[in-house]
């Protein structure tokens, strides 16, 4: 609370606004697809995976071109501006094709803007505040997520139940519309025009502050800074920092066949209300939010290594336990699939936190801008990657098999981190390297 405090400024309501409309979509567009257009896990994974892959495109180069324009304020405004546009679209279309394309829009502006917005905060601030600001940062668009599925659980029930179900979502859709415009309107007013300048980062730091409170969803994955990365210089990195991100590109190919199916598992294989369904959310979502304050300071004192490969097992073992109660057919009660979020929510929060300080610690210190960009990077991508696969798997064989293929590449992903052993403080220093991303 006392970083939030610290590093608030008045354009943070905006992002709060935003991240409380793409807090409620992210649950909506999954509901429009089962229950609208009566298609189920594969269509889902399609879409998942041309948003994920939007979302990677949309960070190199929305990026790019602020760095170009020399101006970070346009951006993020036009970002919030088209995050509207696209979810007029979204309550517009009557088509699955329509859905897909306006979907990807909406992807690639949203993350486009995660890509603008640290800098926008960091650049001429002192590099004493750059921690406080990001925390800040990630704090506030956490706080606009959550309080986005909280309003979608409260309000849909009620909406659908005085509406078809096609005209309320559209309804709600439409109402995140113009949310999202407000926000694009305040941001113009209160954000202060910031010159792009190349910036000197202590990335260890920067690395930590970056890598809270994101949640788990498929086409927001990719959330940092990687807009500056060219895959001709991945050479550059050690063999250590390649095998950390094949096992991160393992990593998130399991979290893919569990997250990017889950939305239509709870809707039509558990048959849980539009209501329910938000409320699982936001008690995964939950689950980030108290555990990340006890994953800082554990990465903070250890590195992460520990608590990386402890983030992974943990998550493996939930997924063999759901698996067997599906394979079983036991009747699943609603309220026990909420502590199992939280528990996911949690391990999210760990994983995601010492990763990110991992990139920057396996990394020579020349490198740890371009070891950072490419973590993230591989995070999009492989969710990109993974998305048909996974709708594919749970759609023909069952979700249970795609937990358990999940299990799969979370474990070798487990392996491949606990066999680098991270290099001690005293082996690699915390070095101010020079940076324009």
Not at 111 to 133: C, F, P
Not at 219 to 229: A, C, G, I, M, Q
Not at 273 to 289: M, P, R
Not at 345 to 374: C, D, I, M, Y
């Amino acid at each position: 609370m006392r970083m939030w405090l610290q590093g608030f400024q008045r354009w943070y309501i905006s992002l709060i606004l935003a991240n409380l409309v793409m807090g409620m979509s992210s649950v909506l567009i999954p509901l429009k697809i089962s229950l609208v257009f009566h298609l189920d896990a594969q269509q889902l994974g399609l879409a998942a995976a041309l948003g994920s892959l939007a979302a990677v495109v949309g960070s190199l180069i929305w990026g790019r071109l602020s760095d170009a324009a020399h101006r970070r304020k346009i951006f993020v405004i036009a970002s919030y501006a088209m995050v509207g546009l696209a979810h007029i679209g979204l309550a517009l279309t009557q088509s699955f094709a329509g859905l897909l394309i306006y979907n990807a829009a909406l992807s690639f502006f949203w993350v486009a803007n995660a890509s603008v917005a640290v800098l926008l905060v960091i650049e001429g601030a002192d590099q004493s505040l750059w921690e406080s600001r990001i925390g800040s940062l990630n704090q506030s668009g956490a706080f606009g997520w959550l309080s986005g599925l909280v309003l979608g659980g409260t309000i849909i029930g009620a909406v659908l139940a005085r509406t078809s179900v096609s005209t309320g979502i559209s309804l709600l859709l439409g109402l995140l519309a113009v949310i999202a415009f407000i926000a694009s309107g305040n941001a113009a007013v209160t954000i202060a025009p910031v010159v792009a300048t190349f910036t000197r980062r202590r990335f260890r730091g920067i690395a930590i502050a970056e890598g809270n409170l994101l949640p788990e969803a498929w086409k927001f994955s990719p959330l940092h800074l990687y807009h500056r990365l060219s895959p001709s210089r991945l050479r550059f990195l050690s063999r250590r920092v390649r095998v950390f991100l094949l096992s991160t590109f393992l990593a998130f190919t399991g979290i893919a066949f569990f997250a990017v199916p889950l939305p239509l598992v709870l809707s039509q294989e558990l048959g849980f209300s539009s209501t329910l369904v938000f409320f699982c959310y936001v008690a995964l979502h939950s689950g980030v939010v108290i555990t990340y304050p006890l994953a800082i300071r554990r990465v903070r004192r250890q590195g992460g290594e520990r608590a990386h490969v402890g983030a992974l097992l943990v998550r493996s073992a939930l997924f063999v336990g759901a698996a067997a109660i599906l394979w079983t057919g036991t009747h699943i009660v609603w309220w026990t699939v909420l502590p199992f979020m939280a528990l996911i929510g949690g391990t999210w929060a760990v994983f995601q936190l010492s990763g990110v300080a991992l990139a920057a610690r396996f990394a020579k210190p020349e490198n740890r801008g371009l070891a950072l960009g490419s973590y993230t990077a591989v995070a999009g991508i492989s969710t990109s990657a993974a998305g048909i696969c996974a709708g594919t798997v749970a759609r023909n064989v069952g979700y249970h098999v795609s937990l358990l293929v999940s299990v799969l590449f979370l474990v070798a992903a487990a392996i491949g981190i606990a066999l680098l052993r991270a290099p001690s403080e005293s082996e690699v220093p915390v070095a101010v390297v020079q940076s324009e991303d």
